[in-house]
Structures are given as C-alpha cells and as structure tokens.
C-alpha cells in the first residue's frame, strides 16, 4: 500500500533552518505532484507548497523566499528545506500526494519554532 513518512522536525529558534524529508513507497513517485500542508494548533490544516513531476514549484505567499521544495525521484523522497523561520511556522507538517483519485498522507512532524 502507499505510504508516505516524514521526518526532520524539531525544535529551533526564530531565523533557523529545517529540512524535513517525505519517503515514499507503494507508489511510481516520479509522476506524482508532491505537497506540504502544515497545521497549527488550534488552526486549520493549510497547504505549504507544491513540486509537479517535471519540478515546477508553487509556494504559499507565506513561505515564499523562505521555503523551499524539492525531490529526489532515485530516492523517492520529497524534501522542504525551511530557513528563517518564525515562531508563526510552528505547525506539524504533513507531505500528501494523489493517487486514482484519493490523497495519501504522512502521519507528520512536528516543527515548533521558539526562543
């Protein structure tokens, strides 16, 4: 079945960076649209970011020229790479993709952002 698991959040303080990391399986992931969604507590869940299969990229307004997206189909992982970061930015986030007409999602990490 697919199965997607993220990894890489943690604790940082305001202005530092994550890279977080989605591996999949179960799937042909290189023809597959991956995206980051984050949620805050109390909030609702919000889409992040967005990599096609030929690599075009698309951003919320909120994370432009600050995130970054990318994936390594030899691997099959999905990658956001999140430098200045601010407390705003603490939320579990969580990689989805669509296959036959269903989203597939991770389970999600935890990126808590604060001095």
């Known amino acids: 079945q697919v199965q997607l698991v993220e990894s890489g959040g943690g604790s940082v303080q305001p202005g530092g960076s994550l890279r977080l990391s989605c591996a999949v399986s179960?799937?042909?992931?290189?023809?597959?649209?991956m995206h980051w969604y984050r949620q805050a507590p109390g909030k609702e869940r919000e889409w992040v970011a967005v990599?096609?299969?030929?690599?075009?990229?698309n951003y919320a307004d909120s994370v432009k020229g600050r995130f970054s997206i990318s994936r390594d189909n030899a691997k099959k992982m999905a990658n956001l790479q999140m430098n200045s970061l601010k407390p705003e930015d603490t939320a579990v986030y969580y990689c989805?993709?669509?296959?036959?007409?269903?989203?597939?999602w991770g389970k999600g990490t935890l990126v808590t952002v604060s001095s």
């Open positions: 989805k993709l669509m296959w036959n007409g269903l989203d597939y």
């Open positions: 990599i096609t299969s030929d690599g075009s990229t």
């Open positions: 179960g799937t042909y992931f290189s023809t597959k649209r």
